[in-house]
């Protein structure tokens, strides 16, 4: 991996993944944890940035869901199926990954709040709604 060129910062990238609901968390204790992991983690000395994702960085996995965007055709033999993954604030600029247009994620992007997404060229052509 270090001799192949990503696109994302791996070096110095320490991953981990935990499972609250596995200990009887339910949502809200959970995001209350999310929340306590983060800050711990960013007050450690040598710890640059901290980030979140539902997709870990590198799994080799991912999740899909049909998605309605404005102007694209649905139906039973439309094919609107797209891969994502929930991020955190300052995701891609942790990750050393640079927007081609827009801007990153922000704490106020947080649940509750209105929908924002980024997607990636193959995204754009696919759904033709975006030109890059």
């Known amino acids: 991996m270090t001799h192949v060129a990503?696109?994302?910062k791996v070096d110095q990238v320490v991953t981990f993944g935990i499972s609250p609901e596995r200990s009887g968390y339910d949502s809200v204790r959970s995001a209350v944890l999310f929340d306590r992991v983060e800050q711990e983690l960013?007050?450690?000395?040598?710890?640059s940035d901290v980030t979140a994702s539902l997709v870990p960085l590198l799994a080799g996995d991912n999740w899909g869901t049909d998605v309605d965007?404005?102007?694209?055709?649905?139906?039973?033999?439309v094919d609107n199926n797209s891969r994502f993954n929930e991020v955190g604030a300052g995701?891609?600029?942790?990750?050393?990954i640079k927007?081609?247009?827009g801007r990153e994620f922000?704490?106020?992007?947080?649940k509750g709040a209105g929908n924002v997404a980024i997607v990636n060229q193959t995204f754009a052509k696919k759904f033709s709604w975006v030109t890059i």
């Open 91 to 96: 995701y891609f600029g942790t990750l050393g």
């Open 69 to 77: 965007v404005q102007g694209f055709p649905s139906g039973p033999d």
């Open 99 to 101: 927007l081609i247009k």
């Open 6 to 8: 990503l696109g994302v």
């Open 106 to 110: 922000t704490d106020a992007d947080r």
């Open 42 to 47: 960013k007050s450690l000395p040598g710890v």
